[in-house]
């Protein structure tokens, strides 16, 4: 008797036309949902990144109702020059120490000479015998260890000192195009307001300038407590001291890392938890990465971040809150970032470039030295400096081991005081009148500037080493 096979139910596994076509339309309409949720995301992305370009444009230009203490030209014609055809700017340098000696009280001249002396070879306010033994005490001033003012310096003095420019008032950009004269009625209606603060008359003596915040002079000026000279030379220096600082530290041990793990490391759990750990301190947050270098750099290597273990003819610092401890933290900071994307740069590398190398007689570091590595290199370059940006904008972990939120001095090497721009900004902004948020928004400007052109700097010179290899 033979044995038959049950019988299967007939079953439909393909729709009809009509079935096909609802679920073809159904489909295409969720794709279209979907390409204008995307469109509308990527809209609200420009706008609110056009919103922020041109709010700090618009706060970094615009007119302005200046009152001078000392006219321009009558500081220039006080000195024999002509101020049709000169400037403040153009004077000489020793006319423009001749102006402060003629503006500053003798107080106020040493105390300027004690920061930093205008002269290598000889001294203006203060007297020699006195700033030699002072030099050679424990204590000497400031100015001891810096070199002599520059031009630049000298001439935002004259500005504070002699010239003494009071910004009463700033109008952002799209109305000072549009609407100037609203500006003018609303500094004639100020002096009425407030007689208290301004004589009637003296709204005669106001000069509306149009001014741009961002400028030459602002980036070549160091920082001031009034905001009309006030510039960022000195935290551009900051800033670009804690970038080489951070490069010198975190490029040589994070590819180091990377290539060990990448090459050389067997799998084991100790490995794998330490790749683990690598991606976990990716994501912490930067004021840990701030307290750490408070507690390791400022604290335990105090003597080291200070400079004072080192041979004399470097000056050190009386802490460790130097530059050499803020770029070393932020080494830290994106030590994770450096070896992760140098991890990536060598896994891209094809596997027969090591085989090949092996089978010619090549030992593994030969092999990783001379194929692995040139290959690698655009892709690590770029991580390096995509990592860099991200430091360069850091705050909280500067903060905690000790940028100077307001330092006139430039630095001069590991061991100096510092402020970088994120902190000059952080600065400005906290304070109420509305000059010092014109120069924070300048002050921006600069700093997405340099952002940009690490950014143009990575992908070019990723283009040209893999045009190279």
């Not at 935290?235 to 080489?244: R, T, Y």
């Not at 860099?388 to 100077?404: D, H, K, M, Q």
């Amino acid at each position: 008797m033979s044995m038959q096979a049950p019988e299967r139910p007939e079953v439909d596994w393909f729709p009809d036309e009509d079935e096909y076509q609802k679920l073809k339309n159904a489909r295409a309409t969720r794709g279209r949902w979907f390409q204008v949720f995307a469109l509308a995301m990527l809209s609200l992305a420009v706008v609110a990144l056009l919103t922020l370009l041109l709010t700090i444009i618009s706060d970094s230009f615009g007119l302005t109702a200046v009152v001078n203490e000392n006219d321009p030209e009558d500081v220039v014609a006080s000195v024999g020059r002509d101020p049709a055809t000169t400037t403040i700017e153009q004077l000489s340098f020793d006319e423009k120490v001749g102006l402060l000696e003629g503006a500053v009280s003798s107080g106020v001249g040493r105390r300027l000479e004690r920061e930093q002396r205008f002269y290598a070879d000889r001294l203006v306010f203060e007297d020699p015998a006195i700033y030699e033994e002072a030099c050679a005490s424990d204590e000497p001033f400031p100015g001891c260890a810096l070199p002599p003012r520059n031009d630049a310096d000298v001439t935002q003095l004259v500005y504070e000192r002699v010239v003494v420019p009071d910004v009463i008032a700033s109008y952002e950009l799209f109305p000072s195009i549009f609407d100037p004269q609203a500006f003018t009625d609303e500094i004639e209606q100020l002096f009425i307001d407030d007689p208290g603060r301004f004589e009637p008359h003296v709204f005669d003596d106001v000069d509306f300038e149009w001014r741009a915040w961002f400028n030459w002079t602002f980036i070549t000026s160091p920082s001031n407590s009034r905001p009309e000279i006030a510039g960022i030379r000195t935290a551009i220096l900051g800033s670009a001291w804690l970038m080489l600082i951070t490069l010198l530290f975190s490029v040589p041990v994070g590819v180091g890392a990377a290539v060990y793990l990448n090459e050389f490391a067997k799998p084991s759990r100790f490995n794998n938890f330490i790749q683990t750990n690598i991606y976990n301190l990716a994501g912490v947050p930067s004021i840990i990465y701030g307290m750490l270098g408070l507690a390791i750099f400022v604290r335990v290597m105090e003597p080291v971040t200070s400079g004072a273990i080192f041979a004399d003819g470097i000056p050190p610092s009386d802490n460790g809150r130097t530059i050499l401890s803020g770029g070393l933290t932020l080494g830290l900071l994106i030590l994770p970032v450096v070896i992760i994307s140098a991890q990536e740069a060598l896994k891209a590398v094809p596997m027969y470039l090591r085989t090949g190398g092996l089978a010619l007689g090549a030992t593994r570091w030969q092999t990783v030295r001379s194929q692995v590595l040139p290959v690698a290199f655009p892709g690590i370059l770029t991580g390096m400096i995509l990592a860099v940006s991200r430091a360069i904008g850091e705050t909280a972990p500067l903060i905690l081991v000790g940028a100077a939120g307001f330092i006139t001095s430039d630095p001069t090497g590991p061991f100096s005081k510092f402020t970088a721009l994120p902190i000059q900004i952080f600065q400005w902004t906290s304070f109420p009148q509305q000059e010092f948020r014109n120069i924070a928004a300048a002050a921006s400007i600069a700093l997405l500037i340099l952002l940009l052109l690490l950014n143009v700097s990575a992908v070019l010179l990723r283009n040209r080493f893999s045009r190279k290899v």
